[in-house]
């Protein structure tokens, strides 16, 4: 069982930011927090992680809470081609055998960027 | 350009006639793994290999095989496929990552398979 849980659906308008939330209470020390997305039926996308400082590269910036309990991706400046189902994983820091590559994916939120 | 590479994108075949679906990644990654996403169901792993000759079961690996004979590639292999095999498939690879984190999970493009 995924152990994420997120909004199915979400809208936005363009330009605006995306703030995609995620719930994972059960994470333990050792796992990191990842953020895919897949548009339409393309291969899922690497977009960031973090495992317990907030994080921003050139697609987005994650904001993790102090208990580690949840986490927001933000999108900036949300375009159409944001249009995507965007995935919260938890998985284990290296080091623990095969499950530490592993990525259980759950049902993720459909984000519309609406023009 | 690093990337995964799957081939066919897109494949119909016959209840019972063997087929391969190649997966090459030019990372010299250590790690790959096939997964399958049917409607509903989300991603779901097949098989994975922590290296050359190492192979093992993922969560629903009934009806395939895989070989890892070099580091580059990791074909699935449906001995004899079913309707029930139809579905959309993904490879992918990852390595280690620096300072105990890890890499992520890069994805090949995906193969779309139909048995009738």
């Known amino acids: 069982d995924a152990k994420t849980t997120q909004p199915p659906s979400m809208d936005c308008a363009e330009g605006r930011a995306a703030n995609l939330p995620c719930n994972h209470s059960?994470?333990?020390?050792?796992?990191?927090v990842y953020w895919y997305r897949q548009i339409h039926s393309q291969g899922p996308q690497y977009i960031i992680h973090g495992l317990k400082n907030n994080e921003t590269n050139e697609m987005a910036s994650l904001i993790i809470t102090e208990d580690r309990k949840s986490s927001t991706l933000i999108l900036p400046h949300a375009t159409l081609r944001d249009t995507a189902v965007y995935y919260c994983i938890v998985r284990p820091r290296f080091g623990s055998g095969a499950g530490s590559y592993q990525l259980t994916f759950g049902k993720g939120t459909k984000l519309s960027v609406i023009p | 350009e690093a990337q995964v590479t799957q081939n066919p994108r897109y494949l119909i075949t016959v209840t019972g006639k063997k087929l391969t679906v190649t997966c090459s990644q030019n990372?010299?990654?250590?790690?790959m793994s096939w997964y399958r996403q049917d409607p509903g169901l989300g991603l779901r792993q097949i098989y994975y290999s922590m290296n050359v000759e190492v192979t093992d079961k993922g969560d629903v690996p009934e009806g395939y095989k895989v070989s890892r004979k070099e580091k580059r590639n990791f074909p699935l292999i449906l001995e004899s496929p079913s309707p029930n095999q139809t579905s959309l498939y993904f490879c992918?690879?990852?390595?280690?990552?620096?300072?105990?984190?890890?890499?992520?999970?890069?994805f090949g493009n995906g193969t779309r398979l139909t048995v009738t």
């Open positions: 059960t994470i333990s020390g050792n796992e990191y």
């Open positions: 990372m010299n990654h250590e790690y």
């Open positions: 992918a690879s990852s390595t280690p990552g620096v300072g105990g984190g890890n890499s992520p999970l890069h």
